[in-house]
């Protein structure tokens, strides 16, 4: 049974920072592609970053990039996202995924966690 746990989430003040987790089970980590997600309340999914099995390769949304850093341990089966300079626009639940590529469509990824809330006040 494939299993995607996201930790991390929490209640900052802007400009605050987070790590996000995901734990993965079930499946043979090194071999996948994983993403990170967002949705925002009455919005629909967002990619954020993607990262692909080695690593080596990342891509992240505009509305992201400088601020947040996806990163992986295949020999801890985690993915992280690293957020810094947060804003109240990041507000959402974050989702991670994984799948074959590392790609910007959610429709390509395979496994969900159940996400984990972050709220960013003013």
């Known amino acids: 049974q494939v299993q995607l746990v996201e930790s991390g989430g929490g209640s900052v003040q802007a400009g605050a920072s987070l790590r996000l987790s995901c734990a993965v089970s079930?499946?043979?980590?090194?071999?996948?592609?994983m993403g990170w997600f967002r949705q925002a309340a009455g919005k629909g999914r967002d990619i954020l970053a993607a990262?692909?099995?080695?690593?080596?390769?990342?891509s992240y949304a505009n509305s992201v990039k400088g601020r947040f850093t996806i990163s992986r341990d295949n020999a801890k089966n985690t993915v992280y996202l690293q957020m810094n300079s947060l804003k109240p626009e990041d507000t959402a639940v974050y989702y991670c995924?994984?799948?074959?590529?590392?790609?910007?469509?959610?429709?390509?990824?395979?496994?969900w966690g159940q996400g984990t809330q972050v709220t960013v006040s003013s």
């Open positions: 995924a994984s799948g074959k590529f590392a790609s910007v469509v959610a429709g390509t990824y395979d496994y």
């Open positions: 079930g499946l043979t980590f090194r071999n996948y592609a």
């Open positions: 990262i692909s099995w080695s690593g080596g390769d990342t």
